[in-house]
């Protein structure tokens, strides 16, 4: 039984099982720190893999609120186990999609940092 209210995100994908791979690579590196005390994004930079963080901008290069790409520092904030309200359920990959469901466990929440993780890592 799912400690919440289950909620799909969908993406498309042409090698969905190593887009799923990719995805469990960062969210293991992030979960792995959750009981300790949380690094800051320099130190983030030496866990995370090199693919995902080559693929954050920079804090600088960022100039309004619309942006198509997330920086590190804003991806791991919003990935501190008090600030995400919402565990990872499962996942079904197949027919060039890739389908993760979430439990949520307090509305509202946010889920742009793992819908930015699932664009990066199927692209």
């Known amino acids: 039984m ?13 090698d969905c099982e190593a887009a799923l791979q990719r995805v ?5 590196a992030v979960l792995a720190r959750s009981e300790a005390e ?14 995902f963080v080559e693929r954050c901008v920079d804090d600088a290069e960022l100039r309004d609120c619309v942006v198509d790409k997330w920086s590190l520092r804003a991806w791991v904030y919003w990935f501190q186990p008090g600030l995400r309200k919402w565990r990872w359920w499962d996942a079904t990959s197949g027919d060039g999609r890739l389908e993760v469901r979430i439990a949520v466990l307090e509305r ?7 819908e930015w993780l699932l664009k990066v890592a199927t692209t």
């Open 38 to 51: 949380w690094p800051g994004v320099e130190e983030w930079k030496g866990i995370l893999p090199s693919w």
């Open 108 to 114: 509202p929440y946010l889920r742009g940092a793992l």
């Open 24 to 28: 469990r690579e960062v969210l293991e």
């Open 2 to 14: 799912p400690p919440g209210e289950l909620e799909s995100l969908a993406v498309e994908c042409a």
